[in-house]
């Protein structure tokens, strides 16, 4: 199993990267639940936050692949190099399935983690799948497959790492706003303790004057 684990460049972002950690980690646990304990693992981490803490892991079945060129703020030329490489990777049956681990982005407010099959790509029947009419493929059908198919598993990718990107300045946000408002709180307390300190000491001094 390949699993594509995003995560962030910069801190500063709260708990982004330890929540998409220990989603990955979920994720391991899970399909070994699913397929056995003998299932291995290929960690391609995006990000030099995740990048760090998976080279952490020292678990036997796991191993992390060096993805260097790829970063959370790489282009498409390089987000288009990964998907080849995981799609070679697929298609010389090194891996059996990848799996894409990231933050989706609702809304400024609210992020999901998410986890998203890349490989094998996997069909799924409408609701109005019985009433379709026939359909006619020019030139053929496994040409326009052989086209359309790797440009919706790079678009897969693609939106992931979006999605996550948009997620990590939210979060940023969140965080940073949290502590505005946590070093406000504390200047207030401070300034409240200084005003009792110098009070007390205005006090002692006309005490010491009426003395």
Do not use: W
Not at 25 to 49: A, C, D, Q, S
């Amino acid at each position: 199993v390949g699993l594509v684990v995003q995560g962030s460049d910069e801190g500063l972002c709260g708990a982004f990267n330890m929540m998409l950690f220990k989603r990955m980690l979920e994720t391991i646990n899970r399909i070994k639940e699913e397929n056995g304990e003998e299932v291995t693992f290929t960690l391609y981490p995006i990000g030099k936050k995740m990048v760090a803490a998976c080279r952490k892991l020292r678990l036997p079945d796991v191993k992390v692949a060096e993805v260097s060129y790829m970063t959370a703020k790489s282009s498409g030329e390089k987000v288009k190099q990964l998907c080849d490489e995981l799609t070679q990777a697929f298609l010389g049956e090194e891996l059996d399935h990848i799996e894409i681990v990231f933050m989706a982005f609702l809304s400024m407010g609210r992020q999901r983690l998410a986890n998203r099959t890349m490989l094998p790509v996997i069909a799924e029947a409408s609701e109005n799948s019985g009433e379709s009419k026939p359909y006619l493929f020019e030139p053929n059908v496994t040409t326009i497959f052989d086209e359309v198919i790797p440009l919706s598993v790079l678009a897969s990718l693609q939106e992931s790492i979006c999605q996550n990107r948009a997620s990590e300045q939210a979060a940023r946000v969140l965080a940073m706003q949290s502590a505005n408002d946590n070093a406000k709180k504390l200047r207030e307390e401070l300034q409240l303790e200084y005003n009792k300190l110098r009070q007390q000491s205005i006090t002692n001094e006309l005490l010491d004057i009426l003395g």
